[in-house]
DNA sequence: CCGATCGCGGTAAGCGCTTACCAAAACGGT
DNA sequence: ACCGTTTTGGTAAGCGCTTACCGCGATCGG
């Protein structure tokens, strides 16, 4: 036992390559690269010296002499193991599903491109975070940002040196941004509570403070609210942290303290919806018979809740998908046509805003 | 408009340093990898000029001198976009959750080492998958393997380039792996259905047919059952593919075919049980009271389910933290204590089983 | 039939680091 | 003060690629 791994030889170098096809290394190069330069007969050499000694070029050295590394950084925030263990979510808020699709998404469309993504988060108060993504910068061709993972100085001075998209973020001179269209989907949201359902009072359970969409999400809510004569409930009590475990948080203290709540819940998420939901049959509140609650972004588990939660859907892999697109154009042209991409959403109707089950499209 | 990027200034070199703070290069790079060498006096001009310049090396030149790329690949399978689209799953098993938990896993301990991950997934039936991990191999340190991403005389052919770890599949001469504990895991829960509920008949509804894991776990459940004298089903009729989808498919199929459900039915994991709850409600089954169910994994939507889902939890996060610790002994030592390494599980009881709301762990 | 042109492919110069090797400086003991 | 050590830090040789540059033989027009 244990002699695993003591005899690993290094892989075949463009020399062997060179050498088994009696050719230069810079035919060989030129070949791999798709140049027109080398003939039919000295490029199937070549492929044929590659395909026997199964030579796959050193990214490290390709990345070194043509400033090209075919890897694109993306940083997302962590929820510290710890923080949210009190309640009964525990591990739920480990999986920030919102997230991994959305990398799922930025995968797919860089392995279209054959390029591959580093990963690597950061702690919501790590201090000097951005060391940490500055090393990651140097370890790619451009960055790929989630939700506030870097304050805006660091982040220009990031973009000086690096293509950078940001996601859910604001678009800034030398950064592109790509998001989901807050304003439609919930102003959607909200005439549908409030024309088709007739709620007269609705409250907006938030996300973190310093979140673009929690606040493009909520003045939609506050317009179409205002608009329609109905009550809007909001403030300090109804701050949530886009966790499960804020929305269960901000409920509980809600009926401990004896506040009666409103017709309906909008929360700045599903993962937070989650919370309310598990808050609220908790208390033996009955949704939506008793409170509406509806999410925002319609992750997987939206549809396994009972009762199946109302959401609505961005479409998160395309999210991804195009902020690696745009981040790519970036990197090549390091131009983008434009910087604040919006990508469409829309209403899922399900049976928690009280619609019925299988209701709607 | 649409001048984003335009004015990316190269970051400095270690040239810039250097000359910055009146050294040679070879005393920036002693200072910066913490050598004994340069004294205090010298070691501080330094660090003053990389702090000015914000400078933060190349990774690629860095991998290419140093042979270090403090970058580990992990491939996964990917589920095909359309693949389970017909269901109500259509996206639902775009979050593999597992795998995903199990990366966050890997992320965390690679972070405190100062590595990346270099994150890449494998179509299920793409043909030549092993050219781009070869590719990913290249442009890391080491690799990790998710189930079934590799067939056993490629991963053999790799192994000898490159250290890998596998998770969930089998160790061999040349690599580790890493899983949870099946047998013992899946034995708890068979004694507490037999002996606790009393159950008679118990059905296997199994993962991929070539997955160590599933294997294991088909077999721990099979001679509990043989040993306690229950009926224990299994067969074509019962293979499912480890997705809801999957699951959902094989109870409907079941269904329409007339077959006598059995009392309980042990799933090959979560997501599989995730179909099946839904399939049985669906055809208006009651769970646990006419079917009981069970799964593997203890996933985080597991207990969010209605009822919630009996599982075997697997400390997820430690197998990716721990795939992570082994492979990188074998990147720096190039021999691990062990081959195989298994983490220990436990059965959770909650509703599914028959337990009652809230029952004991 | 010969010089201009072109396709092919080799030579060599980096890319930005790490580190072996060595010279100079600092130190210690007699 | 001198010689042997030990520190300190500079010089230069790569790491494995890509590509600018250039020479060579083949091709072609007049």
Redesign the interface.
């Known amino acids: ?6 005899n ?4 075949p170098t463009i020399y062997d390559v060179a050498r088994a096809a009696g050719v230069s290394i810079a035919s060989v190069s030129r070949v791999l690269n798709g140049h027109r330069n080398p003939r039919q007969e000295t490029r199937d050499r070549v492929l044929r010296a590659v395909a026997e000694l ?1 030579f ?6 390709r ?2 002499s043509a400033r090209l ?3 694109v ?1 993306v940083v997302f925030r ?1 929820v510290p ?1 710890g923080e949210t263990s009190e309640s ?1 979510f525990a ?5 920030l ?1 919102f997230t ?2 959305i ?2 998404g930025i ?2 469309a860089a ?1 279209r491109r ?1 390029y ?6 950061v702690d919501v108060d790590e201090h000097d975070a951005h ?2 993504i ?7 061709d451009g960055l790929i940002l989630h939700d506030r993972v870097l304050e805006p100085s660091r982040l220009a ?1 990031l ?5 950078v998209v940001t996601l859910a973020g604001v678009a800034t ?4 941004n790509v998001r989901g269209d807050n304003g439609g989907g919930m102003g959607e949201l909200a005439r549908h509570l409030i024309r088709d359902h007739g709620y007269l009072t609705i409250a907006y359970l938030a996300g973190h403070a310093d979140s673009p969409d929690n606040l493009a999400r909520r003045l939609a809510l506050a317009e179409q609210a205002a608009g329609a004569g109905v009550l809007f409930t909001e403030g300090p009590q109804w701050q949530g942290n886009y966790l499960a475990s804020g929305g269960a948080k901000v409920i509980s203290r809600l009926l401990v303290d004896g506040v009666r709540l409103p017709r309906a819940i909008v929360c700045a998420n599903d993962q937070t919806a ?1 919370g309310v939901m ?1 808050a609220l049959s908790q208390h033996g509140i009955d949704v939506p018979g008793e409170v509406a609650v509806a999410g925002f972004d319609d ?3 939206a ?4 009762p199946q939660l109302t959401s609505i859907r961005q479409p998160i ?1 395309e999210l991804g998908a195009t902020a690696f697109e745009v981040l790519r154009s ?1 990197i090549a042209n ?6 604040d991409i919006v990508l469409p959403t829309r209403l899922i109707r399900r049976e928690s805003c009280g619609c019925p089950p299988d209701g709607g499209r």
Chains 1, 2 share one sequence.
């Open positions: 036992m244990a002699d695993t791994q003591s690993i030889q290094a892989p199964g796959v070029p050193d990214g490290a050295a990345a070194l590394k075919e890897v950084g962590r193991w009964a591990e739920e808020d480990e999986s599903q991994d699709v990398n799922r995968e797919v392995q054959g591959n993504l580093l990963i690597g988060s060391r940490r500055m090393t990651m910068a140097r370890k790619s001075q973009s000086q040196h690096v293509p001179q030398t950064t592109a989650v598990h992750i997987p588990v549809r396994h809740l009972r892999q970036m390091r131009a983008p046509q434009d910087h």
